[in-house]
């Protein structure tokens, strides 16, 4: 919604303010808050949160559970007993509805805690200053008076005003919906300015597109700007996932059609001149078996418990749909840097004065030395020696990173690549960065994307110098002179072809190349893009190492063998790529890396034709990234795309799953993403793949033995009523089958360990349903199994033994079918002789309950009056299992014709 002038909310005249009076207006300084006022501020004024929807209360979830067509049916029946003098069985049934309700509440409960724990983790962060040091904190814990840091990729968490920028850009649409970034300055303008128009404001839920600045808070949650005009903003709606919402239809289905079925029993009941009471009674408790009321409860645990098993894996989903599509994900289109690579940037290599060098060491320690190309000592007078300290001293001033030495390692904050630099100037103990004179920074332009380098303007004496640093294509064509020995010589052909293949060898061995320039600027105090893309002096090349990763390139074979496509998308030279490529097993022999020109000359027809034989892009952009999406996606393919950068968020929305990068991503790209890796890993990548799967699997378990099940209870229901039987239960055991020997099995079904290497399957088809043609297949064929085993144990019973006999060997040879069906279920393709009998602790634990509650229904007196059940010895229970397990043995009949199948695919395949 945009903004407009006459918007209600007080923002105050802090746009008419200087940055110093905002300050003392505060009473803070440009030190920040202390750490103490901040947590008084918090406590007084509460989280910098907008007002949304209130979280799930105990209660909320009690009324919920209440709030089914299971519980109205049983309400019913209990109503029935009462007005029928039964009041046992109303007591019974009330029971029932406690117990169902109170293992409804437990699993959502359970599972809303667990969501919230993981929304918690993917929430918005702030960089602010707290005593005078830089702190990361939840985006809700900022304060009015704390000094936000703003940077590329950032979210604004708060109003604020401006206290200094440097070419601060701003995109605005979240308020205005302009398109164009809004440029930041921190001068004070008339009160009267329209509130668009309030250059030295940022807004909260804005971000950062480029730049850098301070800036003060003036207005937090509800009271700022967005809080005004759309406070259901951050409304914490819990999303339904598509399956979620596919089971929901299919349970309205099923309970009109229990709601009929139960009348047509009801019906047929009161024609054979059952008693009224008994058919009212027995019909609602056939409409409750019939419907599968414990499904939504169930899959809102598994998908929760799963994306904490994610969680604890490193990629936090903040979409639950994200969980189902992982299963059918087809291609992974992954960043190079940090995510293939390990993002431990080294320089091994340079190139200064028209001589090549090597540094000693690894990662971020500055232990380590210059030596020649050959790996031996240099001389403290070689020629030459001083072009290299210079190129080292212009990466050293033009850096925004620091080295720290903690817990006995050394460690880089800030930019990686920046941190590799520092470290190589620190290997020639540099100090003041190779100047004599103490160096302050004057100016500054941040590095972007777009123009692919960073520029600082330095102070050095009297002197200022202009530093600049990027992509060795951009620094050459910006440079017209070269240091050599000492000496700012022109830039002839000859030169430039000698650094053009001093840049190529050093790709050829998998190395970044980054190049160094200076300027003189006299005694200049700022600088624009016109005077660091001209006149420069070209000081030298850095040849920066960042292997891949070895779980990486396991992980990238793993994907490949479970039917994914990996791309490696990267900004970096196409040389490099394609050397990564390889090591990486990306990108076979004989195989071209197709770079952004290359992009840049196709049309989208073109590039759809192409783009499934495409596999690793170099010097690509994020307008790149997005087209290569779109292109994948006219395959019908389910894209998992990575991002970091506040220009990735169009491609990581586009992809069927984004994924942001915990570690360097942006706050821009993580909201717009639907997972995030918080150890930045391509291995955590592949990692959730194998879990969506697993969870969707489960899920799957956990339909079939419900439907199943049920089916069989009402054929078994039906078919004895046609064909003129007896009852063969009493209402209280179908109420008992349903909701108690069902309950125990559930939920350790939908938790279910995988089985084997679940990425040797093919991706799972985007519209495939949650049951196959092969899965209703066995649905058909074992529900009918079940009803038809324990009709014939009921009429052998009734006939020779009696009625209270028949009934309690159908109760008790119904209940072991399910016990059955929860340990076949267990797998859809493994026969339970393959698989591990204590591989599911929980499902065992599950039936050994449901064995003893079942012993009590069947021994115990007042259970028996209950149930109309009667003892019955061993060999009666021998019966009754041996019977029951004839619906393990044709499902084993299916499971070997399914793992026929695979084996045959997999042939074909071969």
Not at 54 to 78: D, E, H, N, R, T
Not at 113 to 127: D, F, G, S, V
Not at 171 to 178: C, I, K, N, V
Not at 875 to 892: C, N, Y
Request: charged content about 25%; hydrophobic content about 45%.
């Amino acid at each position: 919604m945009p903004i407009n002038d006459t918007a209600s909310v007080e923002t105050g005249s802090w746009h008419a303010l200087e940055a110093e009076e905002a300050l003392e207006k505060q009473g803070v300084t440009a030190r920040g808050l202390a750490a103490e006022e901040a947590a008084r501020r918090l406590e007084e004024h509460g989280p910098n949160a907008l007002s949304a929807e209130g979280g799930v209360s105990l209660l909320g979830l009690v009324l919920k559970q209440l709030q089914s067509p299971l519980i109205y049916l049983l309400i019913a029946a209990s109503l029935i007993s009462v007005f029928a003098d039964h009041l046992v069985d109303a007591a019974v049934i009330a029971a029932v509805i406690v117990f169902n309700t109170l293992i409804g509440v437990s699993q959502e409960w359970r599972a809303e805690k667990t969501l919230e724990a993981l929304r918690r983790m993917a929430a918005p962060r702030a960089r602010v200053l707290r005593d005078g040091e830089a702190e990361l904190i939840p985006a809700e814990d900022v304060v009015v008076g704390d000094v936000l840091l703003l940077e590329t990729g950032d979210r604004v968490a708060a109003d604020a005003r401006l206290l200094d920028t440097t070419e601060l850009q701003i995109d605005e649409s979240a308020l205005t919906g302009e398109s164009e970034t809004v440029s930041k300055s921190p001068e004070a303008v008339d009160e009267g300015t329209p509130l668009a128009d309030r250059r030295n404001m940022a807004w909260s839920s804005t971000s950062v597109t480029d730049g850098r600045g301070r800036a003060v808070v003036v207005a937090v949650g509800m009271n700022t700007v967005i809080g005004e005009i759309a406070g259901d903003v951050q409304s914490t709606d819990r999303m339904e996932t598509p399956l979620q919402r596919r089971l929901s239809s299919l349970g309205l289905y099923v309970g009109v059609a229990a709601v009929l079925l139960a009348g047509l029993i009801f019906g047929i009941g009161i024609t054979r001149g059952e008693e009224l009471y008994e058919m009212l009674l027995f019909s609602v408790a056939a409409a409750v078996s019939a419907i599968p009321e414990g499904l939504p409860a169930v899959i809102s645990v598994v998908l929760a418990l799963g994306v904490q098993r994610m969680a604890e894996r490193g990629a936090i989903v903040r979409r639950l749909p994200a969980v189902e599509t992982l299963g059918s994900t087809t291609v992974i289109c992954s960043d190079k840097t940090g995510t293939i690579t390990r993002n431990e940037m080294t320089v091994t290599r340079v190139w200064a004065g028209g001589r090549r060098y090597r540094f000693t060491g690894e990662g971020f320690d500055p232990d380590g030395a210059l030596v020649d190309d050959d790996g031996e000592q240099i001389a403290a007078d070689s020629a030459g020696l001083a072009d290299a300290d210079r190129l080292l001293s212009v990466g050293c001033v033009a850096n925004n990173a620091t080295l720290e030495h903690e817990d006995g390692r050394w460690r880089v904050e800030g930019n990686p690549t920046e941190g590799a630099l520092l470290v190589a100037a620190h290997k020639r103990e540099l100090k003041k960065c190779g100047f004599d004179e103490e160096v302050h920074r004057l100016d500054e332009i941040p590095f972007s994307s777009k123009f692919k380098y960073m520029a600082t303007l330095d102070q050095v004496g009297d002197e200022s110098i202009l530093h600049v640093k990027g992509a060795f294509e951009r620094i050459l064509e910006f440079s017209d002179s070269v240091l050599v020995d000492g000496e700012e010589r022109p830039l002839d052909d000859e030169m430039r072809a000698g650094i053009e293949a001093a840049a190529q060898e050093f790709a050829e061995d998998a190395l970044r190349v980054v190049a160094g320039a200076y300027r003189s600027l006299g005694d200049a105090d700022e600088v624009d893009r016109s005077q660091a893309e001209s006149g420069l002096v070209f000081a030298g090349l850095w040849g920066l190492l960042d292997p891949p990763r070895p779980d990486a390139v396991e992980a990238i074979a793993v994907a490949h063998g479970a039917g994914m496509d990996v791309k490696m998308i990267t900004g970096d030279h196409a040389t490099t790529a394609a050397a990564i490529g390889r090591r990486a097993g990306i990108l076979a022999e004989g195989e071209e890396v197709v770079t952004g020109t290359e992009l840049d000359g196709m049309d989208d027809e073109e590039l759809v034709r192409r783009v499934r034989d495409i596999a690793v892009f170099a010097r690509v952009t994020p307008a790149h990234k997005l087209r290569i999406v779109r292109a994948l996606k006219e395959h019908d393919e389910v894209v998992a795309m990575t991002g970091d950068g506040v220009n990735d968020a169009p491609a990581l929305k586009q992809a069927d799953i984004g994924v942001a990068m915990g570690i360097t991503g942006t706050e821009v790209a993580k909201e717009a993403s639907d997972m995030i890796l918080t150890d930045d890993d391509f291995a955590t990548i592949v990692a959730a793949v194998e879990q969506g799967r697993v969870i969707f699997s489960n899920l799957r378990r956990v339909v079939m033995f419900l439907i199943t099940t049920n089916l069989g209870e009402i054929m078994a229901i039906t078919a004895a009523l046609v064909l003129g039987f007896p009852l063969p239960f009493t209402a209280i055991m179908i109420l008992w089958v349903n909701l108690v020997t069902d309950g125990v099995s559930v939920l350790p079904l939908g938790l279910e360990p995988k089985h084997g290497n679940v990425l040797k399957q093919p991706p799972r088809p985007p519209r495939e349903g949650i049951l196959t043609r092969m899965m209703i297949a066995r649905v058909l064929t074992l529900s009918p199994v079940m009803a038809i085993g324990t009709l014939a144990v009921f009429n052998h019973y009734e006939s020779n033994y009696g009625h209270a006999m028949g009934q309690t060997m159908a109760f008790m040879t119904l209940v072991s079918f399910e016990w059955w069906r929860a340990v076949s279920t267990r797998s859809m393709t493994l026969s339970v002789f393959q698989m591990n009998p204590l591989g599911n602790k929980l499902l065992i634990a599950g039936i050994s309950l449901a064995v003893v509650l079942q012993i009590g229904a069947i021994y115990w007196g007042p259970a028996q009056e209950v149930f109309g059940t009667v003892s019955i010895g061993l060999a009666e229970w021998g019966i009754a299992l041996a019977v029951a397990s004839s619906v393990m043995f044709v499902d084993e009949l299916f499971k070997l014709a399914m793992r026929r199948r695979e084996a045959k695919g997999r042939e074909v395949a071969a």
